[in-house]
């Protein structure tokens, strides 16, 4: 099998991400996520929800409040406290700049 063929995704944006931090290191749920040839991660370290039910609902934080921590593969992490604060639900972010932002949902 061919690199190409191999590949699921050519690039992948994750805003605010309810992932373990660590899901893309060598030991995290999603250690084979450098088949993704592209990774962007927006993060806000105050997101509300990471921070108030997440983190005491699961015991660790979210990589969508630390950024990914230590990935095995290339990923983009994008700060953007400063844009959205403790703002969590994309809805509202787009609602915020007057965008539509499309969601999808992966469970």
């Known amino acids: 099998m061919t690199d190409e063929a191999e590949r699921k995704f050519d690039l992948w944006y994750y805003i605010a991400p309810a992932l373990p931090s660590n899901a893309f290191t060598s030991t ?3 250690k084979d996520a450098p088949l993704i040839d592209e990774t962007y991660v927006w993060y806000s370290s ?4 990471l921070s108030t039910a997440y983190f005491p609902a699961n015991g660790h934080t979210a990589m969508g409040q ?3 921590l230590e990935p095995v593969h290339d990923v983009e992490d ?6 959205v604060g403790p703002v969590h639900n ?3 972010i787009g609602k915020m700049y007057g965008i539509r932002i499309k969601c999808a949902s992966f469970i």
Not at 78 to 83: A, K, N
């Open 90 to 92: 994309v809805k509202e």
């Open 78 to 83: 994008i700060d953007v406290t400063e844009l």
């Open 66 to 68: 630390t950024r990914p």
């Open 46 to 49: 105050l997101d509300s929800n």
């Open 28 to 30: 995290g749920i999603l």
